[in-house]
């Protein structure tokens, strides 16, 4: 096994010898997350984004997960969705429905998924109202230096361009402050119509898992972890930076292989 723990008080970095060994140290993270919010406020709200990241989640579908996490007190959200059906390809809420909530006790009513009968802007407009909705009864936490709502967790993806949720490269949406959910009709990568959590909610979240593996995202976790030339892009995932919470990145050994002073520990 080559997991390495490099820590400091708000980051760590997990970065595990394959993929089973990560889908596996994935699932034990969610689940004691779930088990310490539900101790403590008898709830636990979670954001979800898509690509890969649901299938690495795939093992809390499994012995013992499936029995030991209390689903009845979970809260799901998505970071970003697609705008289109909910049984369209591209949806997110249909790669988790599929992979994951379908197969274990989730109550429906707590499943938070956009309109998709909206155009995008009305999109995110509803879903920031649901979100206020349950920051008012405390389903969802407030953050206690700002207004922005607390996940529990919120558990991104990353693409080798080094986008999270649906905040990509030099987009404007990277610099919304006054939103909690905002809108795009231009994302580069298809289909061009999104909702995203806004970089302000990600960073007031509890608990933030960045989750990247392989080798084409290697340059990628590089420039948004090490220390870089000032010349070099910024990525949105570098500005991933909880203001209270905790990030945490699981890796690949393949998507860590251009860090930076790396040493695997076997």
């Known amino acids: 096994m080559a997991l390495s723990g490099v820590k400091n008080d708000r980051r760590e970095l997990r970065i595990l010898e394959n993929l089973d060994e990560l889908r596996t140290d994935l699932a034990d993270y969610i689940a004691e997350l779930s088990e310490a919010a539900v101790k403590e406020r008898g709830v636990f709200a979670i954001a979800l984004s898509g690509g890969s990241l ?10 013992p997960y499936n029995k030991t996490v209390d689903w ?15 049984n369209h390809s591209d949806s997110n809420y249909k790669l988790a429905k599929d992979g994951i909530l379908s197969k274990v006790p989730i109550v429906p009513s707590h499943v ?9 802007e009305e999109a995110a407009d509803e879903y920031m109202f649901v979100i206020r909705q349950l920051v008012k009864t405390r389903m969802v936490s407030v953050s206690d230096i700002s207004d ?3 996940f529990d967790l919120i558990l991104l993806g990353m693409g080798p361009d080094g986008h999270i949720a649906s905040l990509f490269p030099n987009h404007a949406v990277l610099k919304e402050t006054d939103e909690w959910v905002t809108f795009i009709t231009d ?6 119509e999104r909702i995203t959590f806004t970089l302000p909610v990600i960073n007031s979240a509890s608990n933030v898992a960045i989750v990247v593996t392989g080798e ?6 590089h420039l948004a972890i090490d220390n870089v030339e000032p010349n070099c892009p910024s990525l949105p995932a570098r500005l991933v930076q909880p203001t209270k919470g905790k990030l ?7 998507a860590a292989s251009k ?5 695997f520990s076997e």
């Not at 938070?112 to 995008?120: G, R």
């Open 259 to 263: 860090l930076d002073d790396l040493q």
């Open 148 to 150: 922005c709502p607390k």
């Open 187 to 192: 994302s580069p990568k298809p289909p061009p």
């Open 248 to 254: 945490v990145w699981f890796l690949d050994k393949p």
């Open 72 to 86: 009845a007190k979970w809260y799901i959200f998505w970071a970003d969705e697609r705008v289109v059906a909910k």
């Open 216 to 221: 084409s995202k290697a340059e990628a976790v």
């Open 54 to 63: 649901i299938g690495l989640m795939g093992k809390l579908c499994e012995a």
């Open 112 to 120: 938070h998924s956009i309109n998709d009968s909206v155009s995008a």
